[in-house]
């Protein structure tokens, strides 16, 4: 554990102090039917018996509402792999959360989907790995995935949820990005989010088959900029960009404790999805402290909130509080120091190797049916960890 602040501060000493979250992403479990090459759960995923129960959760979510929460992500893995899942919702609503259900769609049948809509979802995003079956059945690892998630897009719509698409996309589906727009749309969706693959975690893992080309890069912001004019009104679209050749990495969480927080399955409590990845960092348990003083007090939400904790060329840079230094789990990965620069940023002493190995990355020679894929399933984590 490394000497960490409690106190953030600014350049000149001052002390910060931290906004309240909005948003808090609860992840319930790790328990996925699909094995995404770029999923986003921590390397070392937590295991069923390790799960919090319910009664856990619905205190959790009281303590959320308490310190400033408004709508809380519930997720996974796949959250319909929880059996009491209607009665998690049902503590969330009880606090009352926006409650926005993050599903692959598969394992909950309609009849579970209406028992949901009872217990107070209010939104459902639904994941796609593909616009058609060959591809999403191939990158989810899961066959027959594509029928079972155009099943649930139906009785979405059917039941009158709000739908948020969410489309992940690399080097093996970029080129479709206009018809992961158009089914969006097709399938009566509010908003998509489309999210270029991050490269840490499982991710990285992966690189050579995923990372986009910079001409790919380029086509995907075209597609977004002339998509969000086009459907302005109809279809809302949040895009995460492939900042491997961007000149500027991305705000990432929107600065580091700011506005929102995670919960594990087993209630630890971090600062983003992937802060994990920040070996030396300790995190704390909402089982073991209330989650008001965590957010506030502890050293891992306070690690890089404010400006002192910042290097150079960021400390001197007008971009810090507009990107805030970049992603600090992105810094890990790459320069091996949570408290570098993000290396994605052409200020960076990293950025010249960075793009040398994107490109030469997304040189690789190979197509959507050839690529070489690492799934993510429990047990091949397991073998890779050793
Ligand atoms: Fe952002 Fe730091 Fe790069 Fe400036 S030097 S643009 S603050 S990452
Ligand atoms: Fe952790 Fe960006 S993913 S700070």
């Known amino acids: 554990m490394k000497d960490l602040p409690t106190q953030p501060r600014d350049l000149d000493g001052n002390p910060v102090t931290p906004g309240l979250p909005m948003a808090m992403l609860a992840e319930i479990t790790h328990r996925c039917p699909l094995a995404c090459p770029y999923c986003s759960n921590p390397v070392e995923l937590t295991r069923a018996a390790q799960e919090m129960p319910a009664e856990d959760w619905a205190r959790i979510f009281r303590e ?29 609503r009880d606090a009352g959360l926006y409650v926005n259900l993050i599903t692959s769609g598969i394992g909950i049948t309609r009849a579970r989907l209406e028992e949901l809509d009872q217990a107070g979802v209010d939104h459902v995003q639904l994941s796609l790995q593909g616009i058609r079956p ?18 649930f897009a139906g009785w979405v719509a059917e039941i009158g949820f709000p739908l948020t698409i969410n489309a992940v996309v ?10 992961m727009i158009a089914l969006a749309e097709t399938l ?23 990372m986009p080309t910079r001409e790919q890069a380029a086509f995907a912001r075209q597609v977004v900029n002339d998509a969000r004019t086009r459907l302005r009104g109809r279809l809302v679209i949040d895009y995460v ?32 999805h992937a802060a994990g990845s920040i070996t030396w960092m300790r995190f704390e348990n909402a089982r073991d402290r209330p989650l008001s003083d965590i957010w506030h007090l502890s050293e891992s939400f306070n690690a890089f909130r404010g400006t002192e904790w ?14 805030f230094g970049g992603c600090r789990c992105q810094a890990m990965a790459i320069a091996g120091d949570a408290r570098a620069t993000d290396p994605v940023c052409s200020k960076s002493p990293l950025h010249a190797q960075v793009v ?26 397991r073998e890779l960890q050793g």
Not at 356 to 381: G, H, N, P, Q, V
Request: with cysteine; hydrophobic share 35%; net charge neutral.
């Open 64 to 92: 959320a509402a308490d310190l400033g929460v408004l709508q809380v992500h519930i997720s996974g893995g796949e959250p319909g792999a929880r059996r009491d899942l209607a009665q998690i919702v049902a503590s969330a």
């Open 134 to 151: 060959d591809m999403a059945d191939r990158i989810s690892g899961h066959p027959g995935s594509w029928d079972k998630k155009m099943g």
């Open 170 to 179: 690399h080097r093996q589906n970029m080129e479709r990005l206009p018809d």
């Open 188 to 210: 009566g969706a509010r908003r998509i989010e489309v999210a270029t693959v991050q490269f840490h975690g499982w991710a990285d893992l992966n690189r050579k088959a995923l």
């Open 241 to 272: 960009p492939a900042d491997h050749h961007a000149v500027y990495p991305k705000a990432c969480m929107g600065g580091w404790g700011s506005t929102g927080l995670n919960v594990g399955p087993d209630g630890t409590v971090l600062p983003c």
């Open 310 to 323: 910042m290097p150079e060329p960021c400390r001197s840079c007008d971009r810090k509080t507009l990107d």
């Open 356 to 381: 040398a190995r994107a490109e030469s990355d997304a040189a690789t020679d190979t197509t959507a049916d050839t690529a070489e894929l690492i799934y993510r399933r429990m047990k091949k984590t």
